[in-house]
C-alpha cells in the first residue's frame, strides 16, 4: 500500500492548500466628506496664486476685501470639493483593480479544486486501491466541491460589488467631477477678480494697482535708473486721477483691466477744457469726435501711443490697464523730470501730467504719505 499512500498525499495536499487560502474581504469605499463654510480670510496669503506674478512684497499683505471676502472662501470650498472627488475617483480606480486581481484569484481556485476533483475521480475509478483509499478520494472530491462553491459565492459577490464601484466611477467621472470643476473655475475667475480689488490695508490701494506700480517701478529701473521713480510716487497721481482704478465704481479685474473702462470728458474747447481732436479713431475713448482722457492714469490716446507699454506681459497695450497704464504714466514722468530724486523734480514732473500747481501739490501730498505709510508687512 505505500504507493497508493503516497499518491493520495500527492492529491491532498493541494486541495488543503487550496482550502486554506484566505480571500480578504472587500473594502467598502467611502466618498472623503466635504466640509461646508468656513472662516472667511482676513490676511490671506493665496495672493500669489491667485494673481501669478504678484510682487513678493505683496504675497500675505493684509486685504480689506468687505462683502467679496465669500469670493474666495467660496473658491477654497469648490477646490476642496473637487479634490475629495479626484481622491474618491483615484480610490474606485484603485478598488476596480483589486476587484479584478481577487476575482482571478478566485478564479484560478476554481480551476484547481475542478482539475483535482477531476484527478480524484478518475482514481476512484481504479479497483485494485482498496476500499479506504476510496474513501480518502470521496472527502477529497467533497473538500474540491465545497473550495469550488466557497469560491464561486465570494466570485459572485465580488462582481456585484464591481458593479457599485463601475457605476459610482461613472457618477463621479463623468458627471459630478467635471462639473465641480468647471463651478471651480467660474469661482477662481471672481475671487481672483475679488483679490485684485482687495484695498491693501493702511494704503487702501488695490492689491492689483499696486502691484502695478510695483512693476513699473522694478521696470523702470531698468529702463531708466536715473530717473529713480518709486511705487508712491504713482501712487498719488493714481489716486487723483482714478482713485486707483475704481472712479466712477470701475472694478479691476485679474488682469490689471478696469471694468467699465474710466473715461474722462470730451476735450471739446467747452470753458476751462482743452480742445483735442478725435486721434484714435474713437478706439480708447469711444469716440470719434474729440478725445478724453482714459484708464486709470488717464491718458490722452495721443499721448498713449508715445509711451504705451507692455505693463502686463501679455503682449497688448491698453491703457485701460492698470499695469499698462502705470508703466506708462513712468515713463512720462521720468521722461518730463529726467530724475525725481526731491520735492521739487517731483513737483515738476507732477506739472507735466497737469498743469496746475495746486493739482502737483495734491499729489505730491498724497505720494509722500504713501510713502510715510508704506507696504504693510504680510500677515504672521
Known sequence: MAVPVLVLLLLLLPLLLLALAVVPAAAQVVPTPVVPGGTPPTAPAEGAGLLPGLDARLVGVPLEYGQSSGDVQALKDAEAHVAALTQERDSLRARQ????????????????ALLQTEDAMD???VNHLGEGFAAALREAILRAQIARRRASAETARLALERVGVDERLAQVEFLELPAATKDAEALRTLASSSVAGGAVAGLGIPLATLDAYLCAEA?????R????IQWWMLA???RVESNHGRYGGAQLIANGDTAPRIVGIALDGAPGVAAIADSDAGIWDGDVTWDRAVGPMQFIPSTWRRYQVYGNG?????????????YGAGRYLCNAAGQMGDDASLTHAYLSYNHSD??????????????????PKAAA
Open 236 to 238: 498719488g497721481i493714481g
Open 219 to 223: 521696470g523702470l529701473a531698468l529702463e
Open 358 to 375: 495746486a493739482y502737483a501739490a495734491h499729489v505730491l501730498n498724497l505720494a509722500r504719505t504713501y510713502q510715510n505709510v508704506g507696504i
Open 123 to 125: 482514481l476512484q475509478r
Open 225 to 228: 535708473p536715473q530717473c529713480g
Open 314 to 326: 501679455d503682449g497688448t497695450s491698453n491703457p485701460n490697464n492698470v499695469y499698462d497704464a502705470a
Open 97 to 112: 483593480v483589486d476587484l479584478d486581481a481577487r476575482t482571478a484569484v478566485l478564479d484560478e481556485i476554481q480551476r484547481q
